[in-house]
């Protein structure tokens, strides 16, 4: 959408009860893409972005790039910028593009399709999920750095850090609460003994809490809202898609393969698109 996640929660929370079909539908399926890891749907522009890291997700190489899509899945610039490090989250709101870029927030002009600004993090270890509040502020998780970063009238600084996040991926704002889809405490080769649950930081105080009873879930990536009751929040080691209620109750949604990542989704038209990091490809669902 454009005003991507902000404008799909915003709908969102006004159709309860009013979800897509009972069981995904697959609509299509693209390939050829590298390690492509984000998507962000802009229905207005009839268009798909999908960030490809193109490399490893910690290093600085410049191989990464941002390709588009149709809203039917063809391929139209399959490199439309290039000259990033390894973007993972993308959030689209009004004309610029905000890319999470290992340690840099990239801004890219839409119209023109050009880096329009460059936001450091500095000490950032692997940034990844974005989200938005109403006040157009925007989020960032540094995934590894178990941190959160904001961007706010043009200022980027580290906003969160604490063990608490148990290595924070997908995020999502939702009211006076930022949701955090977590990876769970990582191990030196990113896996788990533990898996991650989904997390409610409090805007106002930055107080952390498990959504629910904080049982663990899986090695949580991206997260959007479904429904008044729920979240879908995708797993990348298990390559599935859970739906989440805002008690923290989860059920297996959807099973694809392993490297589901950060997805998005439309509730006005129940198009849901589903980056395959592990497999190179992006999916499309009617949820």
Same mark, same amino acid.
């Given at each position: ?99 999470? =870029? ?50 706010? =009238? ?19 704002? =939702? ?59 995708? =797993? ?52």
């Amino acid at each position: 959408m454009r005003i991507s996640r902000l404008a799909a929660l915003a709908l969102a929370l006004t159709l309860t009860g009013c979800g897509g079909p009972e069981k995904p539908t697959k609509l299509w399926e693209a390939t050829g893409f590298k390690e492509p890891e984000s998507v962000a749907i802009d229905d207005m522009e009839g268009v798909i972005y999908v960030s490809n890291v193109a490399g490893s997700p910690a290093e600085k190489d410049g191989n990464g790039y941002i390709s588009k899509l149709t809203l039917d899945g063809k391929v139209t610039a399959a490199e439309w910028v290039t000259g990033l490090d390894s973007p993972k989250g993308v959030l689209l709101i009004d004309d610029r593009l905000y890319v999470a =870029d290992l340690d840099n927030l990239v801004e890219i002009d839409i119209t023109t399709g050009t880096i329009a600004a460059r936001h450091a993090a500095p000490g950032a270890k692997i940034l990844n999920g974005i989200a938005a509040d109403s006040e157009g502020r925007i989020y960032v998780s540094d995934w590894i750095g178990n941190a959160i970063w904001r961007l706010t =009238d043009g200022t980027f600084e580290k906003w969160l850090e604490s063990d608490e996040l148990k290595n924070p991926n997908g995020l999502l704002v =939702d009211g006076d609460k930022l949701i955090v889809a977590a990876w769970g405490k990582a191990e030196p080769d990113f896996s788990t003994k533990v898996p991650g649950n989904l997390l409610a930081v409090n805007l106002a105080d930055k107080t952390i809490a498990n959504l629910g009873n904080g049982k663990p879930v899986g090695n949580l990536d991206g997260i959007v809202a479904f429904d008044a009751d729920s979240f879908i929040v995708t =797993d990348w080691v298990a390559g599935k898609a859970f739906r989440i209620t805002r008690s923290g109750d989860a059920t297996e949604y959807l099973a694809i393969s392993q490297g589901t990542a950060d997805l998005d989704y439309d509730p006005a038209s129940h198009l849901a698109v589903i980056p395959v990091m592990a497999s190179g490809k992006v999916v499309a669902y009617k949820f």
